[in-house]
């Protein structure tokens, strides 16, 4: 399984979310993509991992005084601890970005113990910071007062909503430049295969596109000719 | 216990959703109002109940075609058969009323079980055939669309958000024109009874007001005459 | 066609559109419910056409002018002379109530050439007086600023977005108090069967709960017990 | 200038917000209509008067607590016992609704004090119980937190904005089903007399669109026949 | 007209967007401003041409499987290829940018055919690989899921809205880093001409900003000091 | 006073809107940052400053053409040129950025005049010349249009809202890339102290991550080990 894991991952770093999400509609599923998270780096990697989730509910005032981070079993810090290695934390916060999910300090902490991401349908606080580290992370904007303010941290690992998506503890996350696709585990391995194939005729798409090709008959593949000279172009090591 | 939760609902239900509003945020709890929802029906009874939770997640296409309502333990068939008498079913929909949280066959269900009403921050199909039961029910508006389109009941009675209010199973959730408020379990019945007290005097206010004084020095109760006056009132049986 | 388009609508008109909603999401088609309209009066009866369709673009203040009107080729009221008996005029105002789409001449109007209903996104003015008539009209809400405002009328009998669904002309419009879904015209016929089927049995399980049966194995009918009984229950004339 | 008051008032009574949208437009003036109010009660009468407006922040939580309204100058209250005879009481409440922007007491005290209507884009609580006061009230919809919640009153009879409209104090407002529409005070009068003539001819129109004649050379009036059977319908008293 | 043509782009190709807005305000155009783009790309050039339109109304699922981009008739295709030389593409997605309005493959065939940008008020996917093209392109939001998802090409020049603005096809289209303005095609000469003088005088106006002198009586240009000054400045050769 | 204020500054010049907002929650302020805005510049100093206040209401077309800005009186104009020294003009344009707040020209006009920063819950056009300027500027998005399209400068320096924060002049206001935090004027000097205090503590708990411990009994400081090697890094002049 672990192997398994790993080669799917090491197919999907090589796949876009745009690619996935047509593998993905082609399969009925046209609901995978987290709504308006945008990334807060400009690091050029694709983020791949299992979601780890952790979800909040609007927060009461007498259940979130400063106090309840003493607690050494609050919700948002045992998830930090508790995401495994390779995963992505994707944490449900009602696509409220009026206050934090979380801060530098645990992003960081997050990466240093080998977490793959972060995503949240809310905001982080001190995203200057956390733009800066290697690290993917996806959000909806910067917003400053703590997750007090009006998120409780309830559940650790149980299937939640970000962004509009059901995203099942387990399931294969993947973010660049557009944003994040979920791919339910039982049709990942299936799906990061489809991928890389269709990245492989898109490529060979562009290449012929920017030599100044028009696309009808090219795109999709519809023409003799074009079926031949891509064909030609995989034999001769295109990818 | 049982006979505590009777005595707080007879309370509730003599006083406003407005009333509570403000007593609870005297004690600093200013985000118990479930925000956007209205009452389907007209009936001016009060909706009092304890709530009994059911959490919604976005719904992935295969694993909601049509069928999975034959599963007999489909959780939104569960929520309803299992919702205790004299509570009140609190459905969160991440706020999304583009297809249905339930329709009349459910709310009918609900109504017959003995449930105090249902509240759903999406929107209810059917709704003017639920608006005619004699039997509370709350929502942003009608929705035809089943809720499969996209909702997937996933939780039973867990914390919940519902129109970004915190709401706890258990929690007393009281209706009237205005919407909905939840009162937190630990403190309903001093809740109960300090806006029993506020009723009154309110209705002493109004009363003032409706023979034309102004409502400087009376409301609030800041002048001596009016302390007096109001004392004698009660005194002489007023609430 | 004209005998099979009234043999349609009479099916239809006996018919909800939770009840369609259901039966065009078992065929894949799960955005045909306008979104975020509601019925200006409080009449019962089900509204059932063909869509003819208008389209708004935003209103460029030179070329809508008050003096606009004064052409005789002026879509919109050209839209309204010459929608066809027995057709739903449906409006694309592109969700966009700040500006009226219509108002109670022309909807007058439209009721008096034999239209069955009219639809928009946007908000009709004189509403008062449009939820008097006895006329199905659908709006988001009331907009007393004349259309010239925010909306020039650009094409008629195109298909549309409305409500976020698309509407091609010929489509059948129905419309009850949750709102108005869009059946296409290529499966009408059987969609009007279906859903009458559906509706007899949602009768027949409503009177069971109505009675005090719980759902579960009733609804969707499992339980053999209740099979049997529903087939009694439609020999003995049931619907 | 009282008597011109009364004068207007007396016209502006008999015409709708749909007309004098209209006779704004034809001025450049296309932003006068306040964008989504709806009255409160079911009443036909329309609302005319004044603007006294009152200026809502959000509020701080240090300033806002209940104790404030036991200050005798505080702004909400003083605004209502001070709003004129026949004026209005705009509120700016920034268009949130997620707290309330007054409650059935103080709507009670100005109807009783002899104002002529009520105006928030906020929300009233105690809504249930204004809806049946003989008073014409509008909001978004029904709100049960107090107003200090999110709003702090700083400021009385200013210029404010209020449902997207700039409203100044002494403006003339008008409400009915549609909803409130704003007129500067120095073209009141005229706006006035031409919606009265312009309410004339849209009741001859519907007279005839009733009687089914076509809407084209009749609305506007462009074909001679109408020109002259309108002069006609006036002159033997038509209005 | 070519010629025309060049000599426009060539005097808007110098101006801002926020100029050309003041020029149209100054005419009664105050609604031609895409309300809500932004610029994928870092480029400082401005972007200028005439409008070539491409509709999009929602998906109906039956219509809009993978397969219909074999059609070679497809409109969204069909509309890429025929874009004219120096044209910018605008397409209409109705403020929509849950699923994609095109891709890279798409925009770079726009580029290598001499299209002068494109404009969506939707997204577009692959959106780190468009903004890295030499090729002004302006989106709301990125989106990765294929336009298929929730879009279907319609109709190919005629006239739309984008960002709540009328686009007609020839209309001029300019952008830069504000977003994008739309300048009816009857006075895109003299609104060229005319904000050439004016970015001479801002010019003017921010030299003498920089060098610390106060705006008022200099910006409008009121006190006959500056008027002097201004004019031997443009004497000196100043724009 | 002015003295404390520099020295306020100096303080809260190196602490983060992050570790503000939570000193605030402490107190029990929820509610001070501005929601939306966004840093226009990529500048790593943070923005310090008093709040000099300017409020908008909407414009009516009558009161706002374009001659208005030849008044030298216009509370745009003034505002600019009287924002004291140090002081940050924060701008109250009612959340709505479809025409701008602001151009370069007063922007710049400003940053000459010795100001600290400008906010707006609108938007600025220019915003590329903006961009560059070594000025801190936060808004919502660019937009083109001329701020008399939508806003009318009506008041300066009164009490406002500001991204659904209540600004109140002389209030210090704190930016980074987070966005703005609003700090009440009578508590300003003991936040920053603390903010300070809490600054050091985040930057060892920071350092401790990047070396790999967990945050649990660090991150809030509860064990007794962490207690005391942040006692000893404190002495050894960490901060």
């Known amino acids: 399984m672990k192997k398994t894991s790993t080669h799917i991952k090491e197919k999907l770093q090589q796949v876009s979310t745009a690619t996935i999400a047509t593998c993905l509609f082609k399969r009925?599923?046209?609901?995978?993509?987290?709504?308006?998270?945008?990334?807060l780096?400009?690091?050029k990697n694709t983020m791949v991992g299992e979601a780890f989730t952790l979800r909040y509910i609007p927060a009461r005032e007498d259940l979130n005084p400063i106090e309840v981070f003493k607690?050494?079993?609050?919700?948002?810090?045992?998830?930090?601890?508790?995401?495994?290695?390779?995963?992505?934390?994707v944490i449900d916060s009602r696509n409220n970005a009026r206050a934090a999910s979380a801060g530098s300090i645990l992003v960081t902490r997050l990466m240093k113990k080998g977490a793959a991401g972060i995503v949240t349908d809310g905001g982080f606080r001190d995203s200057g910071e956390i733009?800066?580290?290697?690290?993917?992370?996806?959000?909806?904007?910067?917003?400053?007062p703590t997750n007090l303010t009006l998120h409780q941290a309830i559940d650790i690992n149980v299937p939640i909503g970000c962004g509009d998506v059901a995203v099942f503890p387990g399931d294969f996350v993947v973010g660049d430049a557009d944003g994040?696709?979920?791919?339910?585990?039982?049709?990942?391995?299936?799906?990061?295969?489809?991928?890389?194939?269709?990245?492989?005729?898109?490529?060979?798409?562009?290449?012929?596109?920017?030599?100044?090709?028009?696309?009808?008959g090219l795109y999709p593949l519809t023409d003799e000719k074009w079926i031949n000279e891509f064909k030609a172009w995989k034999e001769a090591g295109g990818k």
């Open 41 to 43: 780096g400009s690091s």
């Open 131 to 144: 733009a800066e580290l290697p690290f993917p992370s996806y959000h909806k904007r910067p917003s400053a």
């Open 28 to 39: 009925g599923l046209k609901n995978q993509f987290i709504q308006g998270v945008t990334s």
């Open 180 to 216: 994040v696709m979920v791919i339910p585990v039982n049709i990942a391995e299936e799906v990061a295969d489809e991928c890389l194939q269709m990245t492989h005729y898109e490529n060979f798409v562009l290449e012929k596109v920017n030599k100044g090709y028009p696309i009808i």
């Open 71 to 89: 607690d050494k079993k609050h919700p948002q810090r045992v998830a930090v601890e508790n995401c495994p290695d390779g995963s992505v934390l």
